[in-house]
């Protein structure tokens, strides 16, 4: 009967035994949500047997037993700030690369061309703008001010528009230029902007884990 229960959970990397019986995934996240997840965490990775689990992925009612290995990674609202912004100066500091060389493939397009490069960066800039919009909600929750990087999404929406007006025109050439003159600055204001609320989430995580330590 000991074999069919699960008996430990791994958890930001430290082992801890379950003491109470526990047979399938399902029941084992509820036992951690209610006693191991502090209040505000997230409970942000599921490896089964070393496989990462996304949502649509998990089977809540599969069986557990000794032999399963659950791994969860749990983070706290600043820890996932810091990885979200983290994500997204990365993805910034990608589409900077690319700028320049895109806009002079636009440059020198015809209107019956389309430059390659056009849609993953199209696309990578709507996901950064998404990015920011979903940081400056995290933002609020922890009461840290997010109308800088907010500002900076404004006017990155705007450019964007600007953008769709010069593609459906096929005028390349326009598109360079809000490349050069909007897109490129705001990416750059952005990730000094970014790197600045790194690092002050990074105080206040290492404030509350000498916090809790302490305790």
Do not use: F
């Not at 229960?5 to 430290?14: A, D, Q, S, T």
């Not at 895109?102 to 430059?115: N, T």
């Amino acid at each position: 009967m000991a074999d069919t229960l699960l008996k430990k959970v791994i958890i930001n990397g430290k082992v801890i035994p379950i003491p109470v019986p526990i047979s399938t995934l399902g029941a084992a996240l509820d036992w951690v949500q209610a006693t191991l997840v502090p209040e505000g965490h997230t409970i942000t990775r599921i490896n089964v047997n070393d496989i990462p689990m996304a949502d649509e992925d998990l089977d809540l009612k599969g069986p557990c037993s000794s032999a399963t290995k659950l791994e969860l990674q749990v983070d706290s609202p600043t820890e996932l700030s810091i990885q979200t912004l983290d994500a997204m100066l990365n993805l910034s500091i990608a589409i900077l690369a690319k700028m320049k060389p895109l806009a002079v493939q636009c440059w020198q397009a015809k209107p019956v061309e389309k430059p390659k490069e056009l849609d993953p960066v199209a696309e990578d800039l709507d996901l950064v703008a998404d990015l920011i919009d979903h940081i400056a909600g995290l933002l609020v929750e922890l009461q840290v001010d997010p109308a800088p990087i907010q500002g900076i999404e404004t006017l990155l929406r705007k450019a964007l528009v600007g953008l769709g007006m010069a593609r459906s025109n096929s005028d390349w050439k326009a598109y360079a230029r809000q490349l050069l003159n909007r897109v490129e600055p705001l990416l750059k204001d952005l990730n000094n902007e970014t790197e600045s609320l790194m690092m002050q989430m990074a105080q206040v995580n290492r404030l509350a884990m000498t916090g809790e330590n302490k305790s």
